[in-house]
């Protein structure tokens, strides 16, 4: 009979593989999600009668869907990728049901929208679903099964056969209704309506009975879908990486920087809009994001680099304009005024708390003046000093709300935002064949 290997979400599988590992999922994961997980495919009496230990069976990968989307996400998975891929997967289905009931001079079905279809998806949480095992194949059975779907007008779901059914509960039913995407397309269309879902990769029973390695099981962030983040400076660097591993740990792994452990390679704007011209010419396949500061020089240079045509797979940021900074202590010739620093002297320095390390009110100096601009570039006083304030955090000491990350936040979310779009993009409709290929 063999062993198969699943990727389950709350017992509904979205895609499997028998006697060999299929789709390596290790991208979706991290180390700590590996774990020993129930079995449907193991004899728990016979491990109890021989005594044996069923753990090395059981192990698996599994994490909570919500926490799983970030990783889809970044992996071009996002609510736009679904609808581009949902709304190609329905062409080429109607397409084949012209060329089919041409010959027959029948009606080609009316699809649902994608709208209608996630309103279908979030209005049926899958533990609201019934998951009795229903063995019969006759029509009361095959109505069980269908349960609370028996009534619906079914052929409007893409690939729906009457006939043509793995289904043995009403919970694998409305899996098959909506398993018509690539597997984690799926798993993000099911994430809003159940975030506290198990999803489960289980490798133990494929590598107990001999078909697999477990070597082969590693979670994993491939270095094609990992982005390279290039800033102005070492100090960039730093805050960032910190910020990713101590705020966003879930992701972090799909970040990678330019080393800096003995000093920055580009450093400076102009040198940073140097990097970003080579590369663009000599065709790096590499996700690259170069991120400027929100100050004169970082604008200056991010309209620079603006005249140039970066293919895809490159992006360029400034760091977020925030109110925050449209009324900050600003000191030059003229003396102490507030001011709006966005666009003039917001380094990345003042995304961090600046009340802490027992400074005076934070406040930023004047220094050069940018002739193409019209505008003067700020810098913010002490700024060393809370750069070393904040690299002493640790998780512990951001959860307990005593250092306020909100500025930060707003970085990572523009950076994080900004990579999954170029992920989206990346991705090729004319890529998406019909449903078999998962």
Request: negative net charge.
């Amino acid at each position: 009979m063999g062993t198969e290997i699943t990727l389950d979400v709350a017992g509904v599988s979205v895609t499997y593989s028998k006697n060999h590992r299929g789709i390596d999922h290790g991208p979706i994961f991290q180390e700590q999600d590996r774990k020993a997980v129930k079995s449907g495919q193991l004899d728990y009496d016979w491990y109890k009668k021989e005594d044996e230990d069923p753990t090395p069976s059981e192990m698996a990968f599994t994490r909570q869907l919500r926490d799983v989307v970030p990783r889809l996400e970044l992996l071009g998975f996002d609510l736009e990728r679904v609808r581009r891929e949902y709304d190609a997967v329905v062409q080429n289905w109607l397409e084949e049901r012209q060329s089919l009931l041409a010959e027959e001079d029948g009606a080609v079905p009316d699809a649902m929208s994608f709208v209608d279809f996630m309103e279908f998806v979030n209005a049926h949480p899958l533990d609201r679903l019934d998951e009795t095992f229903i063995s019969g194949s006759d029509d009361a059975s095959e109505a069980k099964i269908r349960g609370r779907f028996a009534g619906m007008q079914l052929e409007r779901f893409p690939f729906y056969r009457p006939y043509d059914s793995d289904a043995y509960s009403e919970r694998t039913f409305f899996g098959g209704l909506i398993n018509i995407l690539h597997p984690y397309s799926v798993l993000r269309m099911l994430a809003d309506a159940n975030g506290d879902a198990p999803v489960v990769w289980q490798y133990g029973p494929l590598v107990e009975n001999g078909y697999a390695q477990e070597r082969e099981f590693v979670p994993h962030v491939r270095r094609t879908e990992t982005f390279l983040i290039a800033t102005e400076g070492s100090s960039d660097v730093h805050i960032l990486k910190h910020a990713l591993e101590t705020m966003r740990p879930g992701i972090a792994d799909f970040f990678r920087f330019i080393d800096v452990s003995e000093s920055h390679p580009f450093s400076g704007t102009g040198n940073l809009v140097k990097f970003a011209e080579g590369l663009a010419k000599i065709d790096v396949q590499n996700k690259v994001v170069f991120v400027f500061d929100n100050d004169a020089e970082g604008l200056d240079a991010h309209q620079k680099l603006s005249t140039l045509t970066l293919p895809a797979n490159m992006r360029r940021i400034m760091l977020p304009e925030l109110d925050a900074f449209r009324a900050f202590p600003a000191e030059g010739p003229e003396g102490l005024h507030s001011s709006d620093i966005n666009r003039r002297a917001a380094a990345i320095e003042c995304y961090l708390d600046l009340e802490v390390g027992g400074h005076p009110p934070p406040k930023v100096l004047w220094t050069n003046y940018k002739k193409g601009l019209g505008i003067y570039q700020g810098a913010l006083v002490f700024k060393e000093s809370y750069i070393k304030e904040f690299l002493k955090q640790t998780p512990q000491t951001l959860r307990d709300g005593s250092y306020d990350v909100r500025k930060i936040e707003a970085v990572l979310d523009l950076l994080i935002a900004e990579c999954t779009a170029m992920a989206v993009d990346l991705w090729d409709p004319a890529e998406v064949e019909l449903r078999e290929i998962y």
